[in-house]
């Protein structure tokens, strides 16, 4: 993206309903790796706590963060419904030591990195970098560009590019699937078969914090 959209759009997104990207679970592709996340693992941009919730019920030691008050809020109750022990917390991505005990071991970015321009993109790996401790990882999924697709995308090389830095050694990026919520409107745009739950074309990496 050109520009990244103001905090406040994400807490307006959640007070209108429900947004295209909660779903009633977790990201597959989180899925197929969650046995990946170990140590204290961090779940950046944790929206309505679906993967929070996955890794705590598996005995994770896992926090959930959100810029939007309203997400976390949602989180937690979620959390409550399913019984599950979860803990969340509202932070700013880019200064994630004001709300979180760091470093962590692991992160999770499911549908964040996308969102940002690539001067924040830079910002936000330097972020990062600070959170996590060196031997960590960072798994990260997000929208790829295409021709079907819906929201904020990202070309392979601008995943690269972002973790580019001396303290990041990247060990994958595969193409992978994000699945979303479309309504009628967006399903004919974008030629989908009818409102409902859709798989998208996305990017799935995995980078070592080293240092």
Known sequence: MDTTPAPRTFQESYERGTPPWVLDGPQPAVVDIAGEFTGTVLDVGCGAGEHT?????????????????????????RADAAGVAARFAVADVFDLGAAVDLPVDTVLDSAVLHVFSPADRERYAAALADAVRPGGTVHVLVLADAEHSSGPMMSEDEVRGSFAGPEWSPELLERSVYRARANAEDAARLGLSGAGLHDFPAWRARVRRVG
């Open 53 to 77: 919730i996955l890794l705590a019920s598996r005995g994770v030691d896992v926090l959930g963060v959100d810029a939007a008050p309203a997400a976390v809020a949602l989180a937690r109750s």
